[in-house]
């Protein structure tokens, strides 16, 4: 079945993220129609924004997102390719 794969943030952003504040900033449309949510993180006076770093094909758009401002956590090409 053909269909949107929303895929998250890499392990390490989780990590990064996961006692910060968030707010939906911002969605994108998948091929199929789905709307995804964009959040923005705040630490101290630090933001931080989803966006999406890749979307490869597999019986649909496989949505990997990332950190704009942390490009240091970014899905690796092995660990998209493992996915796929």
């Not at 079945?1 to 998250?8: E, L």
């Not at 943030?9 to 091929?31: I, W």
């Not at 949510?37 to 990332?66: C, N």
Request: overall charge positive; glycine content about 4%.
């Amino acid at each position: 079945m053909r269909t949107d794969q929303y895929i998250g943030l890499s392990p390490r952003a989780e990590k990064f993220v996961e006692k910060m504040k968030c707010k939906q900033y911002d969605a994108f449309e998948g091929a199929f129609g789905n709307n995804f949510p964009l959040y923005r993180y705040f630490k101290s006076r630090k933001k931080y924004h989803e966006i999406v770093q890749a979307d490869p094909w597999s019986s649909g758009p496989m949505f990997f997102i990332t950190l704009k401002e942390r490009r240091d956590l970014d899905w690796t090409d092995k660990e998209i390719q493992e996915m796929l």
